[in-house]
């Protein structure tokens, strides 16, 4: 347990690393000199090969990367184009509403689509099982961005329940947990948490029905375990798969909340990204994407880790 | 990431699948078109689907306005306005002519990057899995690079370094859907790389070529087909996502997603027609997922 425990953090280092390298050639895909970004037009060529040679563009590739990775562990993203403030002054605000968003969508998504995807397993055929295989479907066909405007309209226009941008009263960004917030959380939570819902509905459905299948579970009905015993024993035998694809779509939310965070002007990493993308700063960019995809790194090790200590099937194979 | 690996039971499935494609004759194809046929929500899907491919290719002739001539006298009319069935967008533009425009770029931007995708990632893929040792190594480490980001986060992050550009994003969207086509067509590969009829055609002297070509490709590119049409419902929103953000299409080309986001707006005035792109991007992604669904049954692909 413990050698594949620290095999699988070994494995985690050269992702993370390769990760960084997409990050920061990122930059350097985008059209035209990066300096450009930094001086104006009309700038004297010395002034130009100066701030090339204070931001190191003017050494080679793989020394820039390894300048910036060491500044990036130790926290420092550089500045933002755009504002001039430090690049993780803003970030750790969005990263914070972000997630915050994330997880609460996560949570309808997973409670309603393991309910869902459970009933619609254990009574294929039924008409709960339909229900629960078209709302699964729809849930991911629908592009969210336009659930999220369909959901505005009906319950912030038409019938004025629910605010309809922002994250709290008055276009504030810092959080609190007071009734204000959450009633502007509902709905982009409730837009975002439509995919997730659809694929751990269709991921549980398929799970339960195949363990149903199963000679085992003829035996413990056989010997007189009761509908509740054998519930508990589906849910033991479910649970690992179902874990592993909620942890993927977690990570995915933290993807899928920039075109709904644009729909609801929630002030989180999509729109922090928005911004960055039009006005051309790329620091920004740079380390958005790169702290979001982190996150995503570390979660895939966690899922697996978890999986792997609840299911010892893992461990042997 | 190894869970998402296919683990060495789902292999010596697509061993035995890739065993049974191999025994099957010509009744394979007709046993596909039976078991559609007796499908109604598969053969519904195509239809509409055809039905849409028609009305797109065919906008100029069915198209009742010109998409880019708007009037500032008749902004945002409701459905049902007469001579404007669909209504008015926001520049006073036939909605239902944007729309059928519209369709054409959300379609091509939408299908495009999965068929190049399917190219690239079919290719890769069954070399990783034919030839594996170093090969494979090298272009399955690369594919776990592009997995350790979020699909959409990859998406946006390329066309935001790019810049817009409708061939930026079909660029980006492309290089988000070979890695996953990669490790479908490897893992099929593999399952049937070792098989017997795969040793009998070396043993009779058959090339690395000949040998991908006659037997392998045969029995490999069903799967990965399906696969592929499953990834076009998503194609069609990130592609439309992209534009919606800005970072596709560009005004005043008719774009569904450019449209739902010029529309914004209008949601407080007229909120029917603001809803009507959008009702489109869903609609065609609804249908061909199903209709990939009904694919899968049909040709019995459990990968």
Same mark, same amino acid.
């Given at each position: ?5 620290? @095999? ?35 700038? =004297? #060529? ?38 001039? @403030? ?57 592009? +969210? ?35 204000? +917030?959450?009633? +502007?959380?509902?709905? =982009? ?6 995919? =997730? ?35 508990? +024993? ?72 978890? #999986? ?10 | 990431?190894?869970?998402?690996? !296919? ?21 394979? $194809? ?36 010109? !998409? ?38 959300? $379609? ?27 090969? *494979? ?17 990859l998406a946006i992050a390329i066309s935001g370094a790019l810049g817009a550009g409708t061939m930026n994003a079909i660029l980006s969207l492309t290089l988000v859907f070979i890695p996953p086509i990669i490790r479908v067509a490897e ?6 790389? *070792? ?23 045969? *029995? ?35 774009? $569904?997603?450019?449209?739902? *986001? ?42």
């Open positions: 347990m413990l050698l594949y425990l620290l @095999r699988r953090l070994l494995y985690a280092v050269p992702i993370a690393l390769s990760v960084g390298l997409v990050c920061f050639l990122l930059v350097h895909i985008a059209p035209g000199d990066p300096i450009n970004a930094i001086v104006p037009a009309d700038a =004297p #060529q010395e002034l130009v090969e100066q701030i090339r040679r204070d931001y190191g563009l003017d050494r080679p590739l793989p020394i820039q990367f390894a300048v910036w990775l060491g500044k990036v562990a130790q926290g420092d993203f550089g500045n933002s184009l755009a504002t001039g @403030r430090p690049v993780w002054a803003d970030l750790s605000v969005a990263i914070g509403n972000t997630l915050r968003l994330a997880f609460a969508a996560a949570l309808i998504g997973f409670v309603l689509g393991t309910v869902l995807g459970g009933l619609a397993g254990s009574f294929q055929g039924s008409p709960i099982d339909k229900l629960a295989v078209a709302f699964a479907v729809a849930g991911v066909s629908v592009p +969210h961005y336009w659930l999220g405007m369909v959901l505005v309209v009906i319950f912030s226009v038409q019938l004025n329940w629910l605010p309809a941008m922002g994250a709290g009263p008055g276009g504030s960004s810092d959080w609190a947990w007071d009734a204000e +917030h959450v009633r +502007h959380l509902i709905l =982009p939570a409730v837009t975002l948490s439509v995919i =997730p819902m659809g694929i751990v509905t269709r991921t549980v459905r398929g799970i339960v029905a195949e363990i149903l299948n199963q000679d085992f579970v003829q035996t413990l009905r056989a010997k007189g375990l009761s509908g509740w015993g054998v519930f508990l +024993h589906v849910v033991k035998n479910a649970a690992p798969n179902s874990i592993a694809v909620m942890g993927l779509q977690l990570g995915y939310l933290l993807g899928g909340s920039i075109l709904v965070e644009t729909v609801f002007s929630w002030p989180g990493t999509g729109l922090l990204l928005n911004n960055a993308i039009f006005q051309r700063d790329l620091p920004v960019l740079q380390a958005t994407i790169l702290v979001l995809a982190m996150f995503f790194v570390v979660l895939n090790l966690a899922v697996d880790l978890v #999986q792997t200590a609840i299911d010892p099937r893992i461990r042997r194979g | 990431m190894s869970t998402a690996r !296919p683990s060495a039971s789902a292999a010596a499935e697509l061993a035995v699948q890739a065993r049974e494609a191999a025994t099957r004759r010509e009744g394979y $194809w007709a046993g596909v078109r039976k078991r559609l046929a007796r499908d109604p929500v598969t053969i519904a899907c195509g239809v509409i689907l055809l039905a849409m491919l028609a009305a797109i290719v065919f906008a100029p002739l069915l198209a009742p306005h010109d !998409p880019y001539q708007g009037s500032m006298l008749r902004r945002l009319r409701p459905i049902g306005t007469p001579n404007y069935p669909l209504g008015t967008d926001e520049l006073g533009r036939d909605m239902l002519t944007r729309l059928l425009y519209g369709g054409r770029l959300s $379609w091509f931007m939408g299908i495009t990057p999965v068929v190049l995708a399917f190219v690239i990632g079919t290719v890769l893929g069954v070399l990783a899995g034919f030839v594996g040792g170093g090969v *494979n190594m090298l272009i399955m480490r690369a594919t776990d690079v592009f997995y350790a980001f979020p699909s959409v986060l893992s099929v590969t593999t399952g049937v790389r *070792n098989l017997d009829f795969v040793e009998a055609a070396r043993a009779s002297g058959a090339g690395p070529l000949t040998i991908i070509r006659v037997h392998i490709l045969g *029995n490999v590119l069903g799967p990965i087909f399906v696969y592929a049409t499953s990834l076009i419902s998503v194609s069609m929103i990130l592609a439309s996502g992209l534009s919606f953000l800005g970072l596709g299409v560009t005004p005043p080309e008719p774009e $569904w997603g450019l449209m739902l *986001n010029t529309l914004r707006t209008a949601i407080y005035v007229n909120p029917g027609v603001a809803m009507l792109p959008g009702a489109c991007i869903f609609a065609t992604s609804l249908c061909f997922n199903l209709l990939s669904d009904g694919l899968r049954q049909a040709m019995d692909v459990r990968a």
